[in-house]
């Protein structure tokens, strides 16, 4: 069972307009949240990232929000660029334990700007 | 070149044969992943090392044997794959305790035949 769901497997927007990608998740344990960006014949990138204590993490034209009691979260790109096309995964981790940083992804969401 | 190199970057291989993965990076990170990326489906934890020791094997079956002799090389050794195995394999390291710092390679796209 999937423990991290991008239900949209692609969005399309209009350059300047706002993009919102969308992200849910089943475990309660998951105390951070990251999104990352992968371009095609590239590995994914990270993009923005936020804590399970915050409800909001912006930079840029990049902003999370993060709705723990709905397990929702959301990533907003405004103003949408053409070069924003990507797929974006929505990635989740517990308070790891012996150093490493295990990481839960969603399947991604294709977003295509067009100009 | 995001500090994490994989070769090949393209693979294709027949079910009897056996190859490696590998994968480099120089940026003094203590854990590295390897991770599997098929159609349709979410990026796939497969093992973890960390500091050099395997921490995590998640259920993946023994035609896939990793190998990491120290912190900045990580392998995967591949033999009697099946056509389902293709798919694209990304490597990762990060600090510990850092998830800013998790970086991913490019990939190894393998096709199985």
């Known amino acids: 069972d999937q423990q991290v769901k991008q239900n949209s497997p692609s969005l399309s927007v209009q350059e300047g307009r706002i993009s919102i990608l969308n992200c849910d998740y089943t475990?309660?344990?998951?105390?951070?949240f990251l999104w990352y960006k992968k371009y095609p014949a590239e590995g994914p990138t990270f993009l923005i990232s936020?804590?399970?204590?915050?409800d909001k993490n912006e930079d840029g034209r990049f902003t999370v929000f993060l709705n723990k009691s709905a397990k929702h979260l959301s990533l907003h790109i405004v103003p949408s660029q053409p070069g924003d096309s990507a797929v974006y995964f929505c990635?989740?981790?517990?308070?790891?334990?012996?150093?490493?940083?295990?990481?839960?992804f969603g399947k991604g969401t294709k977003l295509t700007v067009n100009p | 070149e995001t500090g994490v190199t994989q070769t090949p970057r393209h693979l294709v291989m027949g079910m009897t044969n056996k190859k490696s993965l590998k994968c480099e990076q120089h940026?003094?990170?203590?854990?590295m992943y390897w991770y599997k990326q098929s159609a349709k489906k979410p990026l796939e934890l497969m093992f973890v090392?960390?500091?050099?020791?395997?921490?995590e094997n998640n259920s993946v079956p023994s035609r896939f044997s990793p190998e990491c002799p120290n912190s900045s090389h990580l392998f995967l050794h591949l033999h009697t794959l099946q056509p389902e195995d293709s798919a694209l394999y990304l490597c990762?390291?990060?600090?510990?305790?850092?998830?800013?710092?998790?970086?991913f390679g490019s990939g190894t796209r393998l096709t199985v035949v």
């Open positions: 990762a390291s990060s600090p510990t305790g850092d998830f800013y710092g998790y970086t």
């Open positions: 936020i804590s399970s204590i915050k």
């Open positions: 475990n309660s344990m998951f105390d951070y």
């Open positions: 990635a989740a981790s517990e308070n790891s334990q012996g150093g490493s940083e295990k990481l839960v």
């Open positions: 940026l003094g990170h203590n854990a």
């Open positions: 090392y960390s500091l050099e020791e395997r921490v």
